[in-house]
Nanobody, 119 residues
Framework: VQAVESGGGLVQAGGSLRISCVFS????????MAWYRQAPGKSRELVAT????????YSLLPPSGRFTISRDHAKNTVYLQMKDLDPAETALYYC?????????????WGQGIQVTVIS
């Protein structure tokens, strides 16, 4: 399975951005999909997960309500809508199919896309 992210770029602090990820190479309709991010010099952070039936888990702490994950089964695509972004959220954002609970990183992930929030 391959995951290709798009929609990243520069956004001003307080702004919004929606990033997308298209899956190919395998049927993914029965798989959960997720986004994680990694800022320079920091650990990976799982951002959000959506199951095949639409169950959603937001993993960032504290919860902010500023991120929305969604998926389109017909397009094999998962989205991450982000609003009220902060420069500290500048990072590479990765989409993919997460591994099992407690080992989410051991899944299939794309190459990542840069999101830069400028003040």
């Amino acid at each position: 399975v391959q995951a290709v992210e798009s929609g990243g770029g520069l956004v001003q602090a307080g702004g919004s951005l929606r990033i997308s990820c298209v899956f190919s190479g395998s049927t993914v309709s029965d798989d959960a999909m997720a986004w994680y991010r990694q800022a320079p010099g920091k650990s990976r952070e799982l951002v959000a997960t959506i199951t095949s039936t639409g169950g959603i888990t937001y993993s960032l702490l504290p919860p902010s309500g500023r991120f929305t994950i969604s998926r389109d089964h017909a397009k094999n695509t998962v989205y991450l809508q982000m609003k009220d972004l902060d420069p500290a959220e500048t990072a590479l954002y990765y989409c993919g199919i997460p591994g099992p609970p407690g080992n989410w990183y051991q899944g299939y992930w794309g190459q990542g896309i840069q999101v830069t929030v400028i003040s």
